[in-house]
């Protein structure tokens, strides 16, 4: 049986046709929102995991009923390629990604963990990310990816335009370059 679901999806309001037994990464993929990936179809591996109403979730065992009205948000949502969110570039910054197909999951879960705790410990960034897999990292690189974007979700960290090292501090003087010259 057809359904149609309303809901809001990465800011826009949207309708979608679907199957009852539809979860919402079936709608998601059939609409060609394909950042969410579909891993274990049983909540396991977190690769699906996009935001509802401001909530990790995962996709593939979310049932399509309950998500009419709702608000989603997808990896899709988050930054571009000129202009990636703070939990993007430091997931380039630091190679915390290889194959990439967990990245969206992590990087979602990890942008709504930090909005609930924006200054965690190694521990509390391990346990928020315990529902979502990684079979190339060994997870440190992301670990260290996670407290790179507390810091420069906190503002106390410049971030290179062009994604390379930032310059915290520039102190020079008298080499004609006007920073600090006096």
Known sequence: ?????????????????????????????????????????????????????????????????????????????????DDLHPVQSAFVDNAAL?????????IMRSRDFLAENPDPDREEIRAALSDNLCRCTGYEKILDAVEDAAERMDGDTAVAADGGQPVDDVSCSGCGCGVNDE
Do not use: H, W
């Open 98 to 106: 290889q194959c990439g197909f967990c990245i969206p999951g992590m």
């Open 1 to 81: 049986m057809t359904v149609e679901i309303d809901l809001t999806l990465n800011g826009e309001e949207r309708t979608f046709e679907a199957e009852r037994s539809d979860s919402l990464l079936d709608v998601l993929r059939k609409n060609g929102y394909t950042g969410a990936k579909r891993g274990c179809d049983t909540g396991n591996c977190g690769f699906c995991t996009v935001t509802v109403d401001g909530e990790s979730t995962m996709s593939c065992i979310e049932p399509v009923a309950t998500i009419d009205g709702a608000t989603v948000e997808t990896i899709e949502s988050l930054g571009t390629q």
